[in-house]
């Protein structure tokens, strides 16, 4: 059964097939193109671990790197997306540790919950308009201030990139978990901002 | 306001924070476009050493491939050896009498030496062999203390304040103090 769903899925998508074949023998050029259709995907993942853009895109590379190396251990090439993931999932967990014993260490007042947000966008959307500048810099300071194992399956979700399914990969939860912590997270987030005046007129 | 009227604003507010949380979030996690980052991790990524190198090089002739198994086997083959090495102590029994050896001529004295002097080791010298000595019949008086005669119990006879000593009373002869020469001179004038 598994081998019928394994050679479904390489009919589905032959081209991954042959590009993890063609990287296995040591074509760059091939695993270039292979990380090329899920590298926007995969700075998102790294950005809602790490927080900042530029720490992101380093872990990218570096999990890049390890996915080049350890690419014989992928069993099932159409899983490449899945298995690239969570491998840039780990790579940027263990960047935010070091960030984060880094400032530790040194005592700077930057921390990783307090440094500044960083928006890719300088032009508001349409939608966007609405939001007033108060109301999106406290939802992202909230954002920022819940415990990592709700801000960081709310901010994968917030990405739209990944289903439930993927996310609880990733993580390493189940999935019933993993909406449980998005809801949670969303109420808390909520709450919070009701506290600073930005909730529901009661 | 009706309190229906009341309810569908608190919806609205509520769906209109929710969609500001949404649109916060997604784009704090929002990406420039870069669209040379994936050559760029392709041209830097290091050269890979897959199992089908290994193979190829196997099958070449080569036995680099070898070198994880033959540590393996030296590995277990060591432990092999420490596990059956003989690990038996040898016999703690008793020496007999007979092995017992004098010892004569030990040194009790730590005799106290300059700095900066260098000991040698001076050769050994045979020494005549000890004759045993023969167990004496008789007690050895001259080696031997005399008995010790045992202790008497200390005895304390209970004592009443009568029969105490009697001590004479204690008398102080009287304190003569003589008149002072206060006059006019005494005091230093001003």
Redesign the interface.
């Known amino acids: 059964m598994l081998t019928m769903a394994t050679s479904e899925a390489a009919a589905a998508n032959p081209e991954v097939v042959r590009l993890v074949a063609l990287a296995?023998?040591?074509d760059?050029?091939a695993?270039?193109?292979l990380?090329?259709a899920h590298?926007?995907a995969a700075?998102?993942v790294a950005?809602?671990a790490v927080g900042q853009?530029s720490d992101?895109?380093e872990a990218?590379?570096e999990a890049?790197?390890a996915a080049?190396?350890r690419?014989?251990h992928l069993n099932d090439p159409t899983a490449f997306r899945g298995w690239y993931m969570r491998i840039v999932w780990r790579k940027a967990l263990d960047r935010r540790r070091s960030l984060r014993s880094w400032f530790d260490r040194f005592g700077a007042s930057t921390t990783d919950d307090q440094r500044p947000?960083e928006?890719?966008?300088a032009d508001p959307?349409p939608?966007?308009i609405?939001?007033s500048r108060e109301?999106?810099a406290a939802?992202?300071q909230v954002?920022k201030a819940l415990p990592p194992k709700l801000r960081d399956p709310?901010?994968?979700a917030?990405?739209?990139d990944h289903r439930y399914e993927e996310i609880a990969t990733m993580l390493g939860a189940p999935i019933g978990t993993i909406k449980w912590r998005i809801a949670e997270a969303?109420r808390v987030?909520?709450m919070k901002?009701d506290r600073l005046g930005?909730?529901?007129?009661? | 306001m009706t309190p229906q009227k009341a309810q569908m604003?608190?919806m609205a507010?509520?769906d209109?924070?929710?969609?500001?949380?949404?649109?916060?979030?997604?784009?704090?996690?929002?990406?420039?476009?870069?669209e040379d980052?994936?050559?760029r991790?392709?041209?830097?990524?290091?050269?890979?050493s897959?199992?089908?190198h290994l193979r190829a090089a196997r099958f070449g002739g080569q036995v680099s491939w070898l070198i994880p198994q033959f540590a393996a086997i030296a590995f277990a083959i060591a432990a092999g050896v420490w596990m059956l090495r003989d690990t038996s102590t040898p016999s703690l029994s008793p020496l007999p009498s007979s092995d017992v050896v004098a010892v004569i001529g030990v040194p009790n004295t730590v005799v106290a030496v300059e700095p900066g002097t260098v000991f040698r080791t001076q050769p050994v010298e045979l020494l005549e062999p000890v004759e045993p000595v023969e167990p004496l019949n008789s007690p050895d008086f001259d080696r031997s203390l005399a008995p010790i005669a045992p202790m008497t119990a200390l005895v304390v006879s209970d004592l009443s304040p009568s029969e105490l000593p009697a001590t004479p009373a204690l008398e102080l002869e009287p304190i003569a103090i003589a008149d002072l020469p206060l006059t006019a001179e005494s005091f230093p004038p001003r």
């Open positions: 296995r023998t040591g760059r050029a695993f270039g193109r990380i090329e590298l926007t700075r998102r950005l809602a853009p992101a895109d990218v590379q890049s790197v080049w190396k690419l014989d947000i928006f890719a966008s959307s939608d966007a609405l939001i109301l999106a939802i992202a954002v709310f901010l994968l917030a990405s739209g969303r987030i909520r901002l930005h909730g529901d007129p009661r | 604003s608190q507010e509520h209109r924070l929710d969609a500001a949380i949404d649109q916060v979030t997604a784009r704090m996690v929002q990406v420039r476009d870069d980052l994936a050559m991790i392709a041209s830097a990524l290091p050269e890979r897959s199992r089908f």
